[in-house]
């Protein structure tokens, strides 16, 4: 079975202080590695997909990479309205659906 | 450009009822999946629509049903409501094999 998980649950930083979300997946035949935001109350915003082990994607101050066993959401001088939870979900050879992580919940200090 | 849209936006039934929830794709997509997402955890996969038949179901009970129509819209039917029913019901579209789902806003559902 496949699974999915975030570490760590919560994590709150600075205004301009850099750091980084972890996704750990067991996906049998990774398929695609997803990265979404979410506002409380709202649904999933996509931000990336990777495919294979070595990819990396940015947008702003968010970089994704991926290696065989984990993808790591970097987060550079991070501002106030980067604050939101992080889900990170997996898709297998066998399917369609993905498989959530638990979320990692941001919040960034003025 | 219409991005995936779903109604209602709130809910709050009693034990026992049925619900029936409504999503619209994104436009150019056929393809919709439905997840549950309990408080302060992932969403979970409930099944999938594409060609208004059902391509693929999560661990879900019987009471989980949809349907898709012919315009790619879907519903997601609960019966015999449970409290633990109680969560944001995600819809997200697709085109054909793509990769990526595009979540709408959910519903949220209170059992009472």
């Known amino acids: 079975e496949d699974q999915v998980t975030q570490s760590p649950e919560a994590l709150r930083l600075q205004e301009g202080e850099s750091s980084s979300l972890n996704c750990s997946y067991t996906?049998?035949?990774?398929?695609?590695l997803f990265w979404y935001r979410q506002d409380p109350g709202k649904g999933p915003e996509f931000l990336f997909t990777l495919y294979s082990a070595g990819e990396e994607k940015e947008k702003e101050r968010l970089k994704a990479t991926l290696t065989k066993k984990e993808s790591f959401l970097h987060i550079t001088a991070p501002k106030p309205e980067d604050s939101a939870t992080y889900l990170c979900?997996?898709?297998?050879?066998?399917?369609?659906?993905?498989?959530f992580g638990g979320g990692t919940r941001l919040m960034v200090k003025p | 450009d219409a991005g995936v849209t779903q109604s209602p936006t709130h809910l709050i039934k009693t034990r026992g009822q049925q619900v029936t929830l409504r999503c619209s794709p994104k436009s150019g997509h056929d393809t919709v999946s439905w997840y549950q997402q309990a408080l302060g955890q992932g969403p979970q996969f409930i099944f999938q629509y594409y060609e208004e038949e059902e391509r693929q179901r999560g661990n879900f009970p019987d009471r989980f049903s949809g349907h898709q129509f012919p315009n790619y819209s879907s519903e997601l039917n609960v019966n015999a409501l449970l409290l633990g029913d109680s969560a944001l019901y995600l819809c997200?579209?697709?085109?054909?094999?793509?990769?990526?789902?595009?979540f709408g806003p959910g519903t949220r559902l209170l059992v009472l």
């Open positions: 997200a579209s697709s085109s054909g094999q793509a990769e990526t789902q595009y």
């Open positions: 996906v049998s035949g990774l398929r695609g």
């Open positions: 979900a997996g898709k297998n050879n066998a399917g369609n659906m993905l498989t």
